[in-house]
């Protein structure tokens, strides 16, 4: 018998997950199920969304309406649901492979409409399920299968890119800091327009092998160590920022939601007609 | 009552069968030649109650019109060859998903951009295996703007009563051609929708399947939590390694077209009785055949028509029977030999086939099918 | 939690309920203990001293397979 909120919001015949031993992802998944308890959203007006890899495995563990698609669409899948139902809570979970190379299009263009889906990017720097190539996320030198001498690649800040293509809540937390996500997701539920919360994950697999970066424990080291809260950085010279990031709310800017708008044009040709 | 006479064009007349058929969602991404659909679509969807998306490429058009066909909506999206080789990868998760959906592809001249403002008929092949791996397919060519619009609202019913992506495979004349045609009494029209579920939530199986091999399909958000993924799964909806479970939805979801070949299958067929040449073509083409083949009849040869209206699945019975009686059949068709495979696949040892292919994206002319026949008489 | 509850194999004491089952061994949850109540033993977590742990939670809150998680009420939410 697991725990309560496991028992009611997750798929327990299907547990545990196939995820490696110490992977950041089931971590952040039951702060996801956990902000969706808080929230008390009625289960069957959720419908949680992925696309391809270790992290779009997430959904199927979890009871709702749980759709995973093809790699880098999840939000295009999405888009439609939302446009089509308004009425139900939409939650994309993507990996930063998926979310920001082959789906980054996809990613602007839902921040841009700020459509009311909250899509949680569960970043390990990595693509874990194809075995350790380099992604838009794995910092500069770093290594991948792909990237043997270093990656030369600049790395992508997801929460940077989401706020200025339009998201209007965008927060980041880490694996360790499991209840920032929580309450970050929370929030981005409740808010109407397109939300985003950066959840760093860790694959030890992979990305912590190549690296060496240690074990599950020492890279979740890393994220207590590294993470700054918004709130402290203020007061923080920038040299005690120097080789840290941000947690917390990064973006708190409520704006028209998408689907509204459109109800009202359709409301507006109602009335017109009459 | 009828409506009164109205000049339209094709592409027109799609959107117009697409709401008769009760389309409440429309996604897709501009292209010529099949631009005025998503126009049209933009203008009438809000005034029934629909909705409207123009997404941010071709691929996001095909994603949403599945995510939005989930929650219960009659959905469409349409495009023209690059657009319909960027939505192959979503067509393929549609068609093993089982989400019913229709796509529109106003055929121009490839490959690549092609000649965009310009017919062709490129895409018999891709329409029929353009996603990866085995999938079944219902793809329908209509060959006037009347029957556009019949044959949309067929292309819906078959995508709900199927549970299958169903193809209408236009052409850039008849998208953009213009006929006075008068449209059915909405009371006249036969309007499929889905199965749904009429189990509880705790006994339903997603994927379980009836009799017809296709299961009942129940709306995101009414409380039946289920799973919908890409991979290969079982009854369960979830993803499964078993190469037993493999077989067994492949073959269904094969199958499930299959079986239903005999409702599926359609073709028009004119002076067959007699015929010694048989031309046979589809789309715009079949427009000139038929006036060949009234040339032809006049000049003393037995020519009739054979126009496959469902090109996927393809009318193989009736053709098989046409070909033990006439002595040939001359495929014409605008690229370089496509249906023609598959018509020597079904008749090659029966009759003689001749093929006329152009390529200059351009119609096939009547006069041209005439020497074509009085060349290989 | 009632006795019957609890499965077979599953270890509980009045704070916590590990399933071993579950566990993947990564120790996550031991480095993490505040109190160090918890080790890793032959790649599985067990309690070592149920009389330090302090029912702060931080247990369940970081592992990634739900293997161990503080005895809470039905309906009683989250803190
Ligand atoms: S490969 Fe990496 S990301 Fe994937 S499950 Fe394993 S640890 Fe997690
Ligand atoms: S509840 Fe807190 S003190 Fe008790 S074992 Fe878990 S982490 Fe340690
Ligand atoms: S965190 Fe969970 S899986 Fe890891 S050792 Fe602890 S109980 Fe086991």
Known sequence: MPSVLVENYFRTEKLPQIWCPGCGHGIITRSIASAIEKSGIDKNKICIVSGIGCSSRAPGYLDFNTLHTTHGRALAFATGIKMAKPEIKVIVIMGDGDATAIGGNHLIHACRRNIGITAIVYNNSIYGMTGGQYSPTTPKYDKGTTAPYGNIDKAFDICKLAASAGATYVGRATAYHASLVTSLVQN????????????????????????????AVSMMEWQKNSAINISAAAKMSPEALEGKFLIGELKNSPEPEYTNEYQKIIDRLKKESQ | MKSKARLMQGNEA??????????????????????????????????????????????????????????????????????????????????????????????????????????????????????????????????????????????????????????????????????????????????????????????????????????PMADFGTGYRYHVTGLVHDETGFPSNSTAVADKLIRRLSNKIEIHRDEIESWEEENTEDAEVLILSYGCVARSSKSAMNILRERGIKAGTFRPITIWPFPEKRLRELAAKVKTI??????????????ERICGCNAKIEKLNKVSCEIIYPEEIVSKIEEVL | MKMEDIKAGEIQNEKVVINPAWCKGCGICVAFCPVKALELKNDKVVMVDVDKCTQCGMCELRCPDYAIYLRRKKNEKQG
């Not at chain 1, 981005?188 to 690296?211: D, H, Q, V």
């Not at chain 2, 319909?84 to 068609?95: D, M, P, V």
């Not at chain 2, 951009?113 to 060519?141: C, F, K, N, Y």
Request: with cysteine; proline share 7%; aromatic share 6%.
């Open chain 1, 188 to 215: 981005a539920i409740s808010n109407e327009g397109f939300s985003l919360i950066e959840a760093i994950s860790m694959c030890p697999t992979y990305y912590g092998r190549k690296n060496k970066k240690g074990s």
């Open chain 2, 14 to 215: 799609c959107v117009e069968g697409a709401i008769a058929a009760g389309m409440r969602f429309y996604a897709g991404y501009p292209i010529t030649p099949s631009t005025e659909i998503a126009e049209l679509s933009a203008e009438r969807l809000p005034l029934v109650g629909g909705r409207f998306m123009q997404m941010e490429d071709e691929i996001g058009g095909m994603a949403a019109i599945i995510g939005a066909s989930l929650t219960g909506a009659k959905s469409m999206t349409a495009t023209s060859g690059p657009g319909f080789s960027l939505k192959q990868e979503n067509i393929g998760y549609a068609s093993i998903a089982e989400v019913p959906c229709v796509i529109v592809n106003v055929q121009r001249g490839g490959p690549s951009t092609g000649m965009p403002t310009s017919p062709a008929q490129g895409e018999i092949m891709q329409a029929r295996w353009g996603t990866h791996g085995d999938h079944p397919v219902i793809a329908l060519t209509p060959s006037s703007v009347r029957e556009t619009f019949d044959l949309t609202i067929k292309a819906f019913n078959f995508a709900e009563k199927y549970r299958t992506p169903v193809i209408l495979l236009m052409d850039e004349v008849i998208g953009h051609m213009r006929e006075k045609v008068q449209l059915p009494d909405p009371s006249e029209i036969e309007i499929i929708d889905r199965k749904r579920p009429d189990c509880s939530s705790e006994e339903y199986l997603p994927y379980e399947a009836d009799n017809d091999l296709v299961p």
């Open chain 2, 330 to 343: 001359v495929v014409p068709e605008m690229n370089l030999g496509q249906l023609v495979l598959e018509v």
